[in-house]
Structures are given as C-alpha cells and as structure tokens.
C-alpha cells in the first residue's frame, strides 16, 4: 500500500488530508469522529475578532449597571470577555488532545494587528500544534489604500511571530493584483506554511421576502482551479509549505492539488455535503491514483507533478483564450 505521510508546517502528518476551519471543527465529538475516519489533521473553528468586539459591543449598549462608567471595571470585563472564549477554546483542546493525536491546528479571523498576538500565545499555551491566521477584509473604505492592507497583514504576521514558537501559516484571498509578491513577504517574513484560499460569506437578496440572506455557502466541484493554477506556480517561488483549499470534492481534484505541489489540502464542504464518511473515499481515491500510477509516497506524486510542468509557467499564467484557440484540452 502506497505510503501517505507527509510533513506539513513541521507537522508529521499520516496523509495530508486536513479538515478547514468550519462548524465541523467545533466541538469535541465531531473532531473524533473526523480523527475516527482517518484525517491528517484539523484546522478548528475560528475565533473571530469581530465576534469578541460584537460581543463586547453588545454588553455595553444593554447597559452595566453601576459600572457603565467605571473604565477599570471596563478594562476587566473586555479582558474577562476574552478570556472567556479563550478558556473555552482550551477546554475544547483539552479533549481533543487526551483522546486523539491527529494535530491540531487553531485558527484565527482577525483583520487589525490589535492584541491578536497576545491570543496567539494563549492559543500556544492551550497546546495547539500550530496556528493558523486567516487574513481579509473587504477594502469597502475608499480612503484605504492596498498597501495600507498589505503593511497591516504583514505587521499582524510579524507581530504573531514574535510571540510564539509553534508553526504559523496564513490563511489568504486570491484577490491581490501581485499575489505572488504577496504570498512571498509572508514567506520572508518567516510563516511556515501559506494556505490557498481562504472562502468568503457572501450577501444576497431575497426578492420574495425583501430581506439580506446568505448566498451560497459551499463551494462547488468547479472551484479548484483557481487554487490549483497558485499552488503550480508558487511551489518553486516560496520556501513556506502551501495548503490547498477550496472546491475539493473528489479524490482526483485531492490528487490534483497534490500534483501541483501542495503540501496538504483542506477540505470542508465536500464533508458538509456526504458526511464525515467521505474523508475514506477521498483517501482510499486517492491510493487507488498512487497504485494506478505506481507512487510510493506524496513525494512521488510531487516528483511526478513537476516533471509534468513546462519550462516557463505559461500554462498557468494564461487567463484569456486566444482568438483561434480550439484546443480545450
């Protein structure tokens, strides 16, 4: 049988397999069970720095009785209200680690260099294996400036380094004019591994009702291409480990991502849609490419990858279809 080991941010991983960030991730009994059925490692749940801010938001306009005014009593309750989330976060840990030892891997949704690097040594402490940033926000003020966002991601990096020594990778959109230079400061900056991409909420409107909802939550089996094509050509450009993410649906879109360099991928709606069970089907799919192929291990699947690769990345850089193009293979 095909050996499917891999190493991902410095983790010894039994496949590269990894569960996303997401509701799956968030409770005890559905972690084991997602251990249970084989996976290599577990992305949990995000913190939302916005969660915390709404939270603390929300106490104050209902009002604290005699201590509305007490900016001591203020500065306790936002370090209570944290630390709240946090030792639940730990609780959840806790479990986790006396009953499993797939790797652990916390995730934080933080947009602003605020206290997060603070979070982050709490999260080490906790007995995390890694962290995980996931860094966006919607540049809706037109007064910002794209290199204001870039400078604030890679001080909330810089300053998360300082304070820990567990592996830290980040979580990114694809929507850079110079993605690559992008992914390339956070690898110079010293992260371990970069994770292509990260996936949105996205507002609709319900014409019957007149109200805001939700738009599609899951991705589709049509949306890997994009992080294929990034993985391709990033793979020989950075030194940082890179995850895939994103419209993993199939054990030959996993087998893919592997073939295209990546040192692990993330999958999340593709269990929403079948179950925890999935996580065999798409590691049993992909043995069955390793033995059709006659791979030994991840790294074969990577040495036959670049081997498929041309010189230059025009493959993968072409985004249009020339006037005469019929060939769609």
């Given at each position: 049988?095909?050996?499917?080991?891999?190493?991902?941010?410095?983790?010894?991983?039994?496949?590269?397999?990894?569960?996303?960030?997401?509701?799956?991730?968030?409770?005890?009994?559905?972690?084991?069970?997602?251990?249970?059925?084989?996976?290599?490692?577990?992305?949990?749940?995000?913190?939302?720095?916005?969660?915390?801010?709404?939270?603390?938001?929300?106490?104050?306009?209902?009002?604290?009785?005699?201590?509305?005014?007490?900016?001591?009593?203020?500065?306790?309750?936002?370090?209570?209200?944290?630390?709240?989330?946090?030792?639940?976060?730990?609780?959840?840990?806790?479990?986790?680690?006396?009953?499993?030892?797939?790797?652990?891997?916390?995730?934080?949704?933080?947009?602003?260099?605020?206290?997060?690097?603070?979070?982050?040594?709490?999260?080490?402490?906790?007995?995390?294996?890694a962290?995980?940033?996931?860094?966006?926000r919607?540049?809706?003020?037109?007064?910002?400036?794209a290199?204001?966002?870039?400078?604030?991601?890679?001080?909330?990096?810089?300053?998360?380094?300082?304070?820990?020594?567990?592996?830290?990778?980040?979580?990114?959109s694809?929507?850079?004019?110079?993605?690559?230079?992008?992914?390339?400061?956070?690898?110079?900056?010293?992260?371990?591994?970069?994770?292509?991409?990260?996936?949105?909420?996205?507002?609709?409107?319900?014409?019957?009702?007149?109200?805001?909802?939700?738009?599609?939550?899951y991705?589709?089996?049509?949306?890997?291409?994009?992080?294929?094509?990034?993985?391709?050509?990033l793979?020989?450009?950075?030194?940082?480990?890179?995850?895939?993410?994103?419209?993993?649906?199939?054990?030959?879109?996993?087998?893919?991502?592997?073939?295209?360099?990546?040192?692990s991928?993330?999958?999340?709606?593709?269990?929403?849609?079948?179950?925890?069970?999935?996580?065999?089907?798409?590691?049993?799919?992909?043995q069955?490419?390793?033995?059709?192929?006659?791979?030994?291990?991840?790294?074969?699947?990577?040495?036959?990858?670049?081997?498929?690769?041309?010189?230059?990345?025009?493959?993968?850089?072409?985004?249009?279809?020339?006037?005469?193009?019929?060939?769609?293979?």
């Open positions: 049988m095909s050996d499917l080991r891999t190493k991902y941010l410095g983790l010894e991983l039994k496949n590269p397999l990894l569960v996303g960030s997401c509701g799956l991730t968030g409770t005890a009994d559905s972690i084991l069970n997602l251990a249970d059925k084989g996976v290599g490692g577990i992305v949990l749940k995000s913190l939302f720095e916005e969660e915390i801010i709404m939270e603390y938001e929300k106490n104050l306009k209902e009002g604290l009785g005699h201590a509305d005014n007490n900016l001591e009593f203020l500065d306790y309750f936002d370090y209570q209200l944290k630390r709240d989330k946090f030792d639940g976060y730990r609780r959840l840990i806790d479990d986790i680690k006396s009953k499993c030892d797939v790797p652990v891997i916390a995730s934080i949704n933080c947009y602003s260099v605020g206290e997060w690097f603070a979070y982050a040594k709490l999260l080490e402490e906790a007995g995390v294996n962290l995980e940033l996931n860094l966006y919607i540049p809706s003020k037109i007064q910002i400036e290199r204001e966002i870039i400078e604030s991601y890679l001080e909330i990096v810089k300053r998360v380094k300082e304070y820990v020594t567990i592996p830290v990778s980040v979580k990114i694809p929507y850079f004019t110079d993605l690559a230079n992008v992914v390339s400061k956070f690898d110079l900056l010293g992260v371990e591994g970069v994770v292509l991409f990260n996936r949105f909420y996205s507002p609709d409107f319900d014409l019957e009702n007149d109200r805001i909802i939700s738009g599609p939550v991705s589709s089996a049509r949306d890997y291409a994009n992080t294929l094509r990034w993985v391709a050509m793979k020989e450009q950075v030194t940082c480990d890179l995850c895939a993410s994103g419209g993993v649906h199939s054990a030959d879109t996993l087998f893919k991502m592997l073939l295209a360099g990546a040192d991928v993330q999958v999340v709606s593709a269990l929403y849609k079948n179950g925890a069970g999935f996580v065999r089907d798409l590691l049993s799919g992909l069955n490419w390793m033995v059709k192929k006659n791979l030994a291990s991840i790294q074969d699947i990577h040495k036959l990858g670049r081997s498929m690769m041309p010189e230059n990345a025009e493959v993968f850089e072409r985004v249009q279809f020339m006037k005469y193009f019929g060939d769609h293979n």
